[in-house]
């Protein structure tokens, strides 16, 4: 088995910045794409930024020049740099990994809250 498991959400003023990371454990052969998705009350989960194993990102457009998304594949983590937070930007984020043998696994998700 494999997991993942996110730390760094908190509460932070409009524009401030977080990181979150996400830290894949287990049985773990090799990982590919890996991305953050975010949840607001009430809306369905959609996707902030993605990176490949190659290190080629993508940006949704709500977040692009605010949000960077790195990996070390040597650590198997990915992180996501995200700054100007914005009010609407306050949601629940899921980290998510594509492994091989064990396919898509997502973390628990950790609350980010963007308020004065």
């Known amino acids: 088995q494999v997991q993942l498991v996110e730390s760094g959400g908190g509460l932070v003023q409009p524009g401030g910045s977080l990181r979150l990371s996400c830290a894949a454990s287990?049985?773990?052969?090799?990982?590919?794409?890996m991305g953050w998705y975010r949840q607001a009350p009430g809306k369905q989960r959609d996707l902030v930024a993605t990176?490949?194993?190659?290190?080629?990102?993508n940006y949704a457009d709500p977040v692009k020049g605010r949000f960077t998304i790195s990996r070390d594949n040597a650590k198997n983590t990915v992180v996501l740099q995200m700054n100007s937070l914005k009010p609407e930007d306050t949601a629940v984020y899921y980290c998510?990994?594509?492994?091989?043998?064990?396919?898509?696994?997502w973390g628990q998700g950790t609350q980010v809250t963007v308020s004065s």
């Open positions: 287990g049985s773990i052969v090799s990982i590919g794409n």
């Open positions: 990176i490949t194993s190659g290190g080629r990102s």
């Open positions: 998510k990994a594509f492994f091989s043998v064990w396919g898509d696994y």
